[in-house]
């Protein structure tokens, strides 16, 4: 399974991604607002790893993309899909190791996964869900066209304290209508 665009490589994790999964998921800021805490552990990146690599992009359950940098061949971040038992619907996720957000990288992978899940795997809807107060990744997915659906008042608790949820959706008729 690869995806290319024109500066990533949207890949199957490999072994060797453990190390610089570790290390970016320990970043304080990139743990922020997600359901991991820093520092995450290299026993627990292996065991990701490994779990990442055992699972299939085109079966229902979580696929995670590794993001590879084409210049370097450096991972950069993931991007997760939670594809759905019904085989026409996905929630989609991403993190990007700090010293690469601010640069494209995250909305050109995005959009690849996207392109790949509407196109490629014929989905009818994908959706997302950030903690509220998470604007990077709200703004992310309201600029590649998701809908902002709707707010999960005190939904998760996490880290010690209720967040809420803002959830996003993106229908196919969206994403596939003819350009100029």
Same mark, same amino acid.
Not at 1 to 11: D, K, Q
């Given at each position: 399974?690869?995806?290319?665009?024109?500066?990533?490589?949207? $890949?199957?994790?490999? #072994?060797?991604?453990? /190390?610089?999964? =570790?290390?970016?998921?320990?970043?304080?800021?990139?743990? &922020?607002? @997600?359901?991991?805490?820093?520092?995450?552990?290299?026993?627990?990146?292996?065991?990701?790893?490994?779990?990442?690599?055992?699972?299939?992009?085109?079966?229902?359950?979580?696929?995670?993309?590794?993001?590879?940098?084409?210049?370097?061949?450096?991972?950069?971040?993931?991007?997760?899909?939670?594809?759905?038992?019904?085989?026409?619907?996905?929630?989609?996720?991403?993190?990007?190791? $700090?010293?690469?957000? #601010?640069?494209?990288? /995250?909305?050109? =992978?995005?959009?690849?996964?996207?392109?790949?899940?509407? &196109?490629? @795997?014929?989905?009818?809807?994908?959706?997302?869900?950030?903690?509220?107060?998470?604007?990077?990744?709200?703004g992310l997915m309201e600029r590649?066209?998701?809908?902002?659906?709707?707010?999960?008042?005190?939904?998760?608790?996490?880290?010690?304290?209720?967040?809420?949820?803002?959830?996003?959706?993106?229908?196919?008729?969206?994403?596939?209508?003819?350009?100029?």
């Amino acid at each position: 399974m690869l995806i290319a665009t024109e500066r990533l490589v949207l $890949r199957r994790f490999r #072994k060797a991604d453990a /190390a610089p999964l =570790a290390a970016y998921r320990s970043d304080p800021e990139v743990a &922020r607002y @997600q359901s991991w805490d820093a520092p995450f552990p290299m026993l627990r990146a292996e065991t990701a790893v490994a779990n990442f690599m055992a699972s299939d992009p085109a079966r229902p359950g979580w696929f995670q993309y590794a993001i590879e940098r084409t210049a370097d061949r450096l991972l950069i971040g993931d991007v997760a899909v939670h594809l759905h038992d019904n085989l026409k619907q996905a929630e989609i996720g991403f993190t990007l190791a $700090r010293e690469h957000q #601010k640069q494209g990288y /995250a909305s050109e =992978a995005v959009r690849a996964v996207l392109d790949h899940l509407f &196109r490629v @795997q014929g989905l009818h809807k994908v959706t997302g869900e950030c903690d509220a107060r998470n604007v990077a990744s709200a703004g992310l997915m309201e600029r590649l066209g998701f809908t902002r659906e709707g707010l999960l008042r005190q939904q998760t608790y996490i880290k010690g304290e209720w967040t809420d949820d803002a959830l996003y959706g993106l229908l196919s008729t969206e994403w596939l209508i003819p350009g100029p």
